[in-house]
């Protein structure tokens, strides 16, 4: 008889061009060994260019997702992007407090091309309501600014805007270091739990098809939490397979082109 593989499900908006969004989360978990589950909050039209028009789904869509997948099939980890707006933060913040799973909380501000997809009014909301709920929470440098006011230019500065997000209460922090100019030839990420620190680096592949990296890492922590690995295991996997992913990253449209979520797989 066959096992079911570990659950994790994704808890974000929807890509059309499949490069970020739940498109990119389910077919991280896909290429990771663990079945993919989703809860769409909107909707959006989107490609290689840039985002054209976003609909946020109603707080009882969310909610009747989140339920009918939890309370039959069970979770082993769930992930958060896109929650556009204050009442989505605060209905899937509660969603979360009623689940056991791990969570990974990528407080998603802001486009690959720039694009907002989180109303100014949801920052409060994302400090005080779902922050507290994360396991792991994965901002990059322009989400740790819109969070902490902490404008990010060095590793000192990674540090504290560590410290920051965690006085919000998650249990770990990732800051996420790609953006850093200091560091032209390394991405390089911080991971701490307040107590110890661990550096991530990478190379720093010349390549600008990196659409999705951001939730295609955060659905990578959670896949490996799900299997059952310790928070800086998961999230060290989940680096390895991201840069892989930038590496082999694709031409898609007449922009910034996707990782490559299967890049193992060829």
């Not at 109303?119 to 994965?138: F, G, I, Y």
């Not at 928070?231 to 680096?239: R, S």
Request: contains cysteine.
């Amino acid at each position: 008889m066959n096992t079911a593989p570990p659950l994790c499900l994704t808890v974000a908006g929807s890509d059309s061009g499949g490069g970020a969004g739940i498109q990119a989360d389910l077919k991280t978990m896909l290429a990771l060994g663990v079945h993919g589950m989703s809860v769409v909050t909107a909707v959006t039209a989107q490609n290689s260019l840039g985002v054209r028009g976003a609909w946020e789904l109603p707080a009882e869509a969310v909610t009747a997702q989140y339920r009918a997948v939890v309370d039959d099939i069970g979770v082993h980890a769930v992930k958060t992007g896109m929650l556009s707006s204050a009442v989505l933060v605060e209905t899937v913040a509660a969603l979360l407090a009623d689940t056991a799973a791990p969570a990974v909380v990528d407080p998603v501000g802001v486009s690959k091309h720039g694009d907002a997809l989180l109303a100014a009014s949801a920052l409060d909301a994302v400090r005080t309501e779902l922050l507290p709920r994360a396991t792991v929470a994965t901002p990059n440098l322009d989400e740790v600014a819109q969070l902490t006011g902490i404008v990010v230019e060095t590793e000192d500065d990674m540090r504290r805007a560590a410290d920051a997000i965690l006085g919000h209460g998650p249990r770990w922090a990732l800051i996420k270091g790609g953006h850093l100019a200091a560091h032209g030839e390394e991405a390089v990420d911080l991971l701490t739990d307040g107590t110890g620190e661990r550096w991530l680096r990478a190379p720093r592949h010349s390549n600008r098809h990196t659409h999705g990296t951001g939730c295609t890492l955060a659905s990578a922590i959670a896949a490996g939490l799900a299997k059952g690995l310790a928070v800086p295991e998961a999230v060290t996997a989940a680096k390895e397979y991201v840069t892989g992913g930038i590496a082999a990253g694709f031409a898609l449209g007449g922009g910034i082109g996707p990782v490559d979520h299967a890049w193992r797989l060829r």
